[in-house]
C-alpha cells in the first residue's frame, strides 16, 4: 500500500484527508444552514449548533494534521503539461482554501465564545473561552464566518470544475491522482 505521496501521485493518507476535509466541508456547510433557520422551540435549536462546534474542531485538528502531512509527505509534482498559469493559479487557490477553512475555525471559535463559555466536544472536553466580547463580537465572527463559509463553497465548487476540466477537456491524471486511481501508472 502506499501511505505516503510519491513524486507521480498521491499516497492513500493524503486521498484520504483531501476527501474526508472535502465531505465534512459540505456536510458542516449544510448543517449551518439548516441549523440557522431553526426556531428557539426546535428540538434540535440546541443540539444542531454542538455538534456543529464538535465536527468543526475534529476538521480543525484535521486540518492541522494535512498541514503537518504536507511537509512529511509533500504533493506530487504538478504535471509537465501544466502551464505556468495553471501552476500559479492552483498553488493560490490551494493556499486560499486553507486560509479560508482556518478563517472559518477562528470566527466559529469565536462565535461559540462570545458569551464566555466553553465549547463542548462531544461532551468529552471543553475547549476554553480565551477572549469574549459578548456585545458585537458573535454578530461580527458570525458575519465574517457566514461569508468565508459561502467563499470556501464557492471556490471548492470552482476547483471541482477545475479538476473536471482537466480530466475530460485536458485529458490528463489530475482527477484520477486525487482519486486513487493508479491505472496510468501502470499498476
Do not use: C
Not at 502506499?2 to 493518507?13: A, C, D, M, P, R
Not at 466536544?121 to 454578530?139: K, L, M, R, T, V
Amino acid at each position: 500500500m502506499l501511505w505516503k505521496n510519491t513524486s507521480t501521485q498521491f499516497g492513500h493518507i493524503s486521498i484520504l484527508i483531501h476527501w474526508l476535509v472535502a465531505l465534512s466541508v459540505y456536510g458542516m456547510f449544510a448543517l449551518g444552514l439548516w441549523m440557522v433557520s431553526l426556531n428557539y422551540y426546535d428540538a434540535w435549536y440546541h443540539k444542531a449548533p454542538e455538534i456543529h462546534k464538535s465536527i468543526g474542531f475534529v476538521l480543525f485538528l484535521l486540518m492541522i494534521f494535512r498541514v503537518l502531512w504536507r511537509f512529511i509527505s509533500p504533493p506530487p509534482k504538478a504535471l509537465d503539461s501544466y502551464s505556468n498559469l495553471v501552476k500559479i493559479s492552483s498553488t493560490l487557490v490551494k493556499i486560499s482554501l486553507y486560509l479560508l477553512l482556518f478563517g472559518i475555525f477562528l470566527s466559529g471559535y469565536l462565535i461559540s465564545t462570545a458569551d464566555g463559555q466553553p465549547i463542548s466536544i462531544f461532551g468529552y472536553f471543553e475547549i476554553p473561552a480565551i477572549w469574549s466580547d459578548e456585545g458585537i463580537q458573535a454578530d461580527s465572527a458570525g458575519v465574517v464566518h457566514l461569508y468565508l463559509a459561502w467563499t470556501l463553497i464557492i471556490l471548492s465548487i470552482l476547483h471541482a470544475i477545475a479538476a473536471l476540466k482537466h480530466h475530460f477537456i485536458d485529458r490528463d491524471v489530475t482527477l484520477k491522482r486525487i482519486l486513487g486511481i493508479r491505472s496510468w501508472l501502470g499498476n
